[in-house]
């Protein structure tokens, strides 16, 4: 998606060899209308695999997530990091490891929203370890439900999250790769920074 990438190039900012700030428009500020594109881009890139929910974690998984739920027309769950009033029992939970955070959370999702023949794909703004995707197929897995595939908007790709969920055989298509954050500068994988640019 080039809009994005041109997104990233002119409002990103690089904070670290690893890390990206998105404040402008992904995880703090959002703009609803680059968010729409990024949901129809989901949904052609999951074409033909019959979706029936959208899983993702809160807090800006949500917005990418709905996106592509609103145009798939299946209903959108977040997977809770909070323990929630209304959320004790009946439910799936999985522990999902930070490595950038450093901090562990459990993540809840509602036994009431998961069923054996759901199809689900799984959506995130980022993608870096991959701990937060597996922790979702995990709990995919302990409904017996089906992953169809898991859709990211900027996956790291000089970390190892890609690579361990593709070689799990999983379909993860990343909207924007960036393969290197090194000397303050965004690299993408597939495009030249001057490419994005122009
Ligand atoms: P992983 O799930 O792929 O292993 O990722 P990791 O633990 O490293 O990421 C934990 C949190 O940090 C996630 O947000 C993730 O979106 C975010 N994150 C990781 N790398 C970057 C980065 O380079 N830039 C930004 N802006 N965020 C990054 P979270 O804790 O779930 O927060 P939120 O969804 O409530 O915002």
Redesign the pocket.
Known sequence: LKKLQKKICDEGIV?SD??????SF??HQMDPKLMFEIGQEFVQRFEGKSITKVLT?????IAPAIMAALQLEVPLIFAR?KKSLTLKDNVYTSK??????QEE?EITVSKEFLEPNDKVLVI????????????LIEIIKQANAEVSGIGIV?E?SF?N?GDKLRNLGYQVESLAQ?SS?KNGEVQFLSQKLEEVTA
């Open positions: 904070l690893s890390v990206l700030k998105v404040d992904i995880n974690i809160e807090s800006s998984g990091k999902v490891y930070s490595f950038t955070k959370n995130d703004d980022f993608l870096a370890n991959g701990q937060a995707a597996l922790g900027i790291k970390q999250g960036v954050l």
